[in-house]
């Protein structure tokens, strides 16, 4: 019976092997072992954010991983246990709606897994996770109510104790696969689970704000950098640069439910590609520093929360600090914004709207100076109109920041809407490049370009020949499309890397963090790759030292006007003569001090202060997910009790056969 039983193990041992081996192929090392055993997925996290008033977005509910079983949403009508969740993007919001409505439902979620894949647009009328009227707290009139944004549920606002992550194309089909599996195999033994590994650090400590947060170091500011510069450059050396001074902005970051899938192709990147655009069609143009006024540009960060950018580059102009010098509150004459103006298409007509803080000769000016560039254009497809009269004012932008400093400040948001959002997808993963049109983006960057020279030569004529000399580069456009909308070229494109050395090939228009302590010069390490690149693209855009190509920054390049564009390409760089520079952005209710940053008491003689949320985002050491088989508890109990079963045999038949050695041995 012994000789049995050890063939009976060597031939369960071998099996095993064969079947391992079958499945798996070469297994030379552990790390092999592991690959085989779990499938790594791609996915973007939603993750905890805090304000002062309380935390929103996803966290695992304590300080463990979550493993739960994966199961559809079709066939999660009755869960009897812990689960996954697989839904579609389509469906993403019924389901955190059950969730909210049904306790005993959502008690069993554990996650939540969201599929992409092409074509979910065509499927949805809309999908936007913002409000219907997007930090209206910041609006400078009281009809607060106003919907601009009418597919907006807000669900990104909300708080949840559960990890959920948007999954990339690739691993969406493996989770279709892994939870088909699992519906097959109802009465199986094995079942594939999904492990979240979304613990936040602020879960851990039981932060219940932004203060608190801060205090115990386990979450850091939403804040990044924002650039400004002017073309041509500032000659701040000189006894009078104090020319009127026409600002045209625009944002570099969006938001989304998800942290790193905020595209924001529609709202606000083809606003910055116009921006970009135009200044790239003005630099061409000589004589601009005869022009009576002065053109300056800036690109905000940290718009999406709470309007960062914008509120500090103010309170940098009341301060007269080195960021900003060069530049003077009292100086600004107008403010342009250039919003979204990707969708700015119908009917084979460009069709923008000229958002108004109001009535003044400057305003006027303004407009009639936009007419004009229209009509110069030659083009019947260009259209310019006037925003309808029930609007309550100018819709969400960063000019409601300058307007609530001061409401006599003249300006105009230009926009491919009137009353409501065009772009069905606002702050959703769903905002990409096939939301955008680069035709409807040139027709922009052209107006703005003629309407700004226009302003800038101070004259109520300009001489259309002078007007036909400006002409955007379509090429450029699609290039800033490719760079800054998608992964393929992504960062990777020879635009940007003739400037930077970016640390990803896809974008990234989330705003960050801010880790360390606000520099007027932060190194490159400090700052993501968007931002540098804009930086480095106006530097050289606005220098007045490109016709001779620049000198290399290993000569003297530390004097205040002249900047080191490049460095990253080469170690070298080119110093030009340039009026471009880094602002900091982060909560004006914010200050770094020994190594802390701390909350300040809100001043009731700034209302957006008041307000401020204070963004901050939670520390956290790993994020992300893996997939994997496991056995039933009741069959691991079977196993057991099989083993045990097996190991009483065995010692008995050993008993047994060495007692019978022993009588045998005895009669010898």
């Known amino acids: 019976m012994a000789p049995t039983f050890l063939s009976l193990c060597l031939l369960l041992c071998f099996g095993f092997r064969l079947s391992f081996s079958g ?16 499938k790594v997925v791609d996915g973007y996290p939603c993750v905890r954010l ?31 246990e812990s689960s996954a969740i697989l839904v579609s993007l389509d469906e993403f919001e019924s389901l955190l709606t059950r969730i909210s409505g049904d306790s005993s439902f959502a008690s069993k979620v554990a996650g939540v897994l969201v599929e992409s894949g092409a074509g979910v647009q065509n499927k949805l009328k809309g999908f936007s996770p913002e409000l219907k009227f997007p930090q209206n707290e910041f609006a400078p009139y009281h009809n607060t109510g106003y919907q601009w944004n009418p597919t907006g549920s807000g669900i990104m606002w909300k708080s949840y104790n559960f990890p959920v992550f948007l999954l990339s194309d690739s691993s969406t089909e493996t989770l279709h696969e892994v939870a088909t599996k699992n519906e097959n195999n109802r009465k199986g033994y094995t079942v594939n689970v999904a492990e979240f590994d979304l613990v936040m650090q602020v879960t851990k400590s039981e932060n219940r704000g932004s203060e608190s947060c801060l205090k115990e170091a386990t979450c850091l500011p939403l804040g990044g950098y924002s650039v400004w510069s002017s073309l041509p450059p500032i000659n701040t050396s000189a006894f009078d640069h104090s020319k009127p001074i026409i600002l045209t902005m625009a944002s570099m970051d969006s938001a989304s439910f998800f942290r790193d899938k905020s595209p924001g192709a529609e709202s606000p990147i083809s606003g910055l590609i116009a921006l970009l655009a135009a200044v790239d069609a003005l630099s061409h143009v000589n004589g601009l520093g005869d022009l009576t006024k002065q053109l300056a540009f800036v690109v905000f960060t940290g718009e999406a929360w709470g309007y960062l950018g914008s509120r500090r580059f103010l309170l940098e102009l009341d301060m007269h600090s080195d960021v900003v010098h060069g530049l003077n509150n009292s100086q600004i004459e107008m403010v342009i914004e250039i919003g979204s103006v990707g969708k700015g298409f119908s009917e084979g007509v460009h069709r923008f709207i000229t958002h108004t803080s109001g009535v003044s000769s400057a305003i006027n000016e303004t407009l009639a ?35 609530k400093k001061n409401p006599a400040v003249s300006g105009i948001v230009l926009e491919d809407f009137d009353a409501v ?31 700004l020279y226009i302003l800038a030569s101070g004259k109520e004529t300009v001489r259309d020949s002078a007007l036909s000399a400006i002409n955007v580069n379509a090429s450029l456009v699609e290039e800033l499309m490719g760079c800054l909308l998608t992964c393929d070229p992504g960062l990777s494109c020879e635009l940007v890397k003739s400037y930077i050395s970016p640390s990803s090939a896809c974008p990234s228009h989330y705003v960050g963090v801010m880790v360390d302590e606000p520099s007027s010069t932060p190194y490159p390490e400090e700052i993501n790759d968007v931002p540098r690149f804009i930086w480095n693209f106006l530097s050289d855009k606005t220098s007045i030292s490109k016709e001779n190509g620049g000198t290399s920054c290993l000569e003297d390049c530390k004097s205040r006007d002249k900047v080191c564009i490049k460095a990253e390409t080469d170690g070298k760089g080119v110093c030009v003569t340039s009026t471009t520079r880094y602002v900091p952005a982060y909560s004006t209710r914010l200050k770094y001090e020994s190594g802390v940053w701390n909350v300040l008491p809100p001043n009731s003689s700034d209302e957006m202060g008041v ?9 956290w050491n790993t994020i992300g997910i893996q997939v994997y088989t496991v056995q039933d508890a009741a069959y691991d109990r079977l196993v057991l009790f099989g083993g045990i079963t097996i190991t009483i045999l065995a010692y008995v038949v050993i008993e047994t056969t060495r007692a019978y050695i022993t009588k045998a041995l005895k009669r010898d």
């Open 23 to 38: 499945q798996s192929g070469s297994i030379e090392s552990v790390p092999d072992l592991q690959k085989s055993m779990y």
């Open 50 to 80: 805090l304000n002062l008033s309380g935390p929103i977005g996803c966290s695992n509910p304590g300080r463990d991983k979550v493993v739960a079983p994966i199961v559809t949403f079709q066939n999660a009508n009755q869960l009897s």
């Open 369 to 403: 100076a936009l007419r004009h560039a229209q009509e110069s254009l030659l083009s019947k497809n260009i259209k310019i109109a006037s925003p309808s009269d029930s609007n309550p004012g100018i819709p969400p932008s960063s000019f409601m920041a300058f307007l």
């Open 421 to 451: 959002f065009t772009n069905k997808f606002y702050h959703s993963p769903l905002d990409d490049l096939s939301n955008v049109n680069s035709s409807a983006i040139v027709a922009a960057a052209s107006l703005i370009a003629r309407t």
């Open 611 to 619: 307000v401020d949320p204070v963004w901050t985002e939670s520390n």
